[in-house]
Nanobody
Framework: QVQLVESGGGLVQAGGSLRLSCAASGSILNINTMGWYRQAPGKQRGLVATITSGGDANYADSVKGRFTISRDNTRNTVYLQMNSLKPEDTAVYYC????????????????WGQGTQVTVSS
């Protein structure tokens, strides 16, 4: 089993920044891709960004140029730096881990964190 614990969410004004962290523990040797997903009220959970153990990153079009995903394999931690935040970024953000390289679809992730709320006020 893999445990994922997110932190760093909160309330920020539009144009501001937040950094989310996700610490992984447990049976992590087989984990390749880690990702961030988000779910707003009444909407499906959707991709934000993913990163492989080798550092290959993938972003949703809506966050390209504003968000940066990074990974510290020595600390088993993945980060999401969010800049130029918009009200439409408001959602619960979930960290996820997959044994599949370049995993994108939520169904390919085996482990999920509990989520952290990000609220962007206008």
């Amino acid at each position: 089993q893999v445990q994922l614990v997110e932190s760093g969410g909160g309330l920020v004004q539009a144009g501001g920044s937040l950094r989310l962290s996700c610490a992984a523990s447990g049976s992590i040797l087989n984990i390749n891709t880690m990702g961030w997903y988000r779910q707003a009220p009444g909407k499906q959970r959707g991709l934000v960004a993913t990163i492989t153990s080798g550092g290959d990153a993938n972003y949703a079009d809506s966050v390209k140029g504003r968000f940066t995903i990074s990974r510290d394999n020595t600390r088993n931690t993945v980060y999401l730096q969010m800049n130029s935040l918009k009200p439409e970024d408001t959602a619960v953000y979930y960290c996820a881990a997959s044994e599949v390289r370049l995993a994108v679809l939520p169904g390919t992730y085996d482990y999920w964190g509990q989520g952290t709320q990000v609220t962007v006020s206008s």
